[in-house]
């Protein structure tokens, strides 16, 4: 759909998992939800965040692939593998940073959120989109995220890495992209483990 835009606001979230239900019926999923479903701080929050592939500009599991079995298409949508050429080596899993590809075991093969690739090609909307009730998962033009408080992004820092992407996430208006380290979250741990032992 031209002129439409993939945002994902995790503050909007209300846990409901309706994306999940919805994305098993997308013709090219096979039955299976590709939508990565998590809780935000577990311990201290009930908060949920649910998201798609963020469709890097430069896909790592592309990069990664020894087998060439994963294309990004000329609308920036990065598919999942070719049955055909997938070797089911994992090599895609471990690189993404998102965390994004699965393995289906039984298939053998790499699958991902393809944005609804059945339905976005011929000028519907993603199956998730369409149904999340509070707009956490949203497909819309630029002009209607506009209003909100929040700002899309869509730049992302892993450490000195810059990944860019097509989706846009939401974010606090003050915030250019966002910044994950990993070595943050290790510390915290570390910290965490030292302090329980004292």
């Not at 294309?71 to 050429?85: A, H, N």
């Not at 000028?123 to 369409?130: E, F, Q, R, V």
């Not at 860019?164 to 570390?190: F, Q």
Request: proline share 6%.
């Amino acid at each position: 759909m031209f002129g439409y835009e993939f945002y994902v606001d995790p503050s909007r979230c209300i846990g409901c998992r309706s994306c999940m239900q919805a994305c098993e019926e997308c013709e090219t999923h096979r039955g299976k939800s590709m939508i990565n479903f998590d809780f935000i701080e577990r311990r201290e929050s009930i908060s949920s965040a649910a998201y798609v592939c963020w469709h890097c500009d430069e896909p790592t599991c592309a990069q990664v692939c020894p087998a060439d079995a994963i294309k990004k298409g000329e609308d920036g949508i990065v598919q999942s593998s070719l049955k055909p050429r997938c070797i089911a080596c994992n090599n895609c899993v471990l690189a993404c940073p998102f965390g994004i590809p699965k393995m289906m075991e039984a298939e053998q093969q790499m699958m991902k959120c393809d944005m609804c690739y059945d339905r976005t090609s011929v000028g519907k909307k993603p199956m998730c989109a369409t149904v999340c009730p509070s707009q956490a998962l949203a497909y819309v033009r630029p002009e209607e995220i506009a209003s909100r408080r929040e700002k899309p992004t869509n730049i992302f820092y892993f450490g000195n890495q810059k990944i860019t992407t097509k989706v846009y996430m939401m974010t606090p208006s003050e915030r250019e992209g966002i910044a994950l380290d990993v070595m943050d979250y290790m510390w915290e741990e570390r910290h965490e483990l030292v302090a329980t032992r004292e």
